[in-house]
C-alpha cells in the first residue's frame, strides 16, 4: 500500500492549537465512549411512547413479547439505534478522510458524488422495479454510490498529473449535478416514485430493521477497519502531495485505497439511512479541536464522536415535533447550516 509507514510522525506529546496534550487524549475519548452510551440509551427511550429504564433493559436482556414497550424498543427503536451508530461512525470518518486526501476544509464524503449515486440509483430502482421497502433499496443504493464514485475517479484521473485533489472536487460537482438533474426529471415524471422515495432523500433512521444494517454490515467493518489503519499515511498526504513524495508515499496508490474506503463507508451509510448531510463536514472540525491535524487520533475519535452526535440529532428531532418527528437529515441540515457558513469566512485552513 505505500512505503512510508516507519517514516510516519511519531506522536507528540506536545498539543496543536486548540487540541489537548497527547496524554489527555485517551481519557476523554473514553469519556465520549461513555457518552455515547448515554445517548444510545436516551435513544432506546426517548419517542412519542415514553420507555422506562427497566423497560429498556428488559427489552434487550429479558424480552417479553407481550409487553408493548418492550416491543416498541426490540421491533423500532433498537435497529434505529444500531443504524445510527454505524452510519454515523462511517459519515464521520469518510468525512475526515475525504479532508485529509483533498486538503478542502469544506470537503465530506459525498465530494465523490456517493450521495446522489446512491439516490439515483435508488429513485431509478423504484421508478422501474416499483421497490417499496428499505431493505430493497440498499444494493441499488450501494451500487448508484459505487458507480458514482468511479464515474467521479475516472474523470478526475483524465490527463496529466493523475487525480489531483482539485481535479477530484471538480470532476465530484459534476457527476453530482448530472446524477441530480437526472432525479429529479424521474421524480418529476412520477409522483408515486416520490412518494416512495420522500423520507428516504430526506435521511432518516426511521423505519428501517436489523435486516437492513446487517445487509451493508460487511461493507461498513471493512471500510472503518482499513480507515483506522489507513491513519499514519493519512497524517502523511495531509501534508500536501510535494512532501509526501519527497517522504516516498506513492500518493496516487494511498489515494486509491482511501477513495475505496470512502466509497464503501459512504455508499453503505446511504443505503441504510438515505443521504444525511453536514455530519461528515462537521464531526472532523469538530474532532480536530480535540486532537488537532494528527489523523490516528481523529478517526478514532470520529469513530465515536460521529454516531453521539447523529443520535443526538435523532433524538433531538423526535422530541421537538411530538407525536411526529422530523427526519434526522433535516436536523444535521439545520444544526450544519451555520457550521458551513463559519468555515465558509474562515481564513486559515492550514491546520487541517
Not at 448515554?38 to 423497560?55: E, M
Not at 413479547?65 to 461512525?89: D, M, N
Request: with cysteine; proline share 5%.
Amino acid at each position: 500500500m505505500s512505503r512510508v509507514t516507519s517514516a510516519a510522525p511519531a506522536p507528540s506529546t506536545v498539543s496543536h492549537r486548540g487540541a489537548l496534550p497527547a496524554a489527555k487524549l485517551g481519557v476523554t475519548l473514553l469519556l465520549c465512549v461513555v457518552a455515547l452510551a448515554v445517548v444510545s440509551l436516551l435513544s432506546l427511550r426517548v419517542g412519542s411512547i415514553g420507555i422506562s429504564n427497566s423497560d429498556a433493559w428488559d427489552a434487550l436482556f429479558h424480552f417479553n413479547p407481550e409487553s408493548y414497550e418492550q416491543t416498541v424498543v426490540r421491533t423500532l427503536r433498537l435497529p434505529r439505534t444500531i443504524i445510527g451508530l454505524g452510519v454515523g461512525a462511517a459519515l464521520a470518518m469518510a468525512g475526515a478522510a475525504m479532508q485529509a486526501t483533498t486538503r478542502n476544509p469544506l470537503a465530506g464524503p459525498d465530494l465523490l458524488g456517493v450521495n446522489s449515486g446512491a439516490a439515483f440509483g435508488i429513485v431509478t430502482a423504484v421508478y422501474y422495479g416499483h421497490l417499496t421497502h428499505p431493505l430493497q433499496f440498499v444494493w441499488f443504493a450501494f451500487a448508484g454510490g459505487l458507480a458514482a464514485a468511479a464515474a467521479t475517479y475516472a474523470i478526475g484521473s483524465a490527463g496529466t498529473g493523475g487525480a489531483t485533489p482539485v481535479k477530484l472536487a471538480l470532476a465530484g460537482v459534476v457527476v453530482s449535478s448530472l446524477l441530480s438533474s437526472w432525479l429529479t426529471a424521474l421524480l418529476l415524471l412520477d409522483q408515486q416514485t416520490l412518494e416512495v422515495v420522500r423520507f428516504w432523500l430526506a435521511g432518516s433512521l426511521a423505519g428501517r430493521d436489523l435486516a437492513t444494517f446487517t445487509s451493508v454490515l460487511p461493507f461498513l467493518m471493512v471500510g472503518l477497519i482499513g480507515m483506522l489503519l489507513m491513519g499514519n499515511q493519512l497524517d502523511i498526504l495531509s501534508m500536501g502531495e510535494d512532501t509526501a513524495r519527497s517522504l516516498g508515499m506513492r500518493t496516487g496508490r494511498v489515494r486509491a485505497v482511501v477513495t475505496a474506503l470512502v466509497v464503501l463507508l459512504a455508499g453503505a451509510a446511504v443505503a441504510a439511512a438515505g443521504p444525511i448531510g453536514f455530519l461528515g463536514l462537521a464531526v472532523p472540525h469538530i474532532v480536530r479541536l480535540i486532537t488537532g491535524p494528527d489523523y490516528r487520533w481523529t478517526l478514532a475519535y470520529c469513530l465515536v464522536v460521529g454516531p453521539l452526535l447523529l443520535l443526538s440529532a435523532d433524538i433531538l428531532g423526535r422530541v421537538v415535533a411530538r407525536p411526529g418527528e422530523v427526519q434526522v437529515g433535516i436536523v444535521t441540515a439545520v444544526l450544519g447550516a451555520p457550521l458551513l457558513i463559519a468555515l465558509a469566512r474562515q481564513r486559515r485552513v492550514a491546520e487541517l
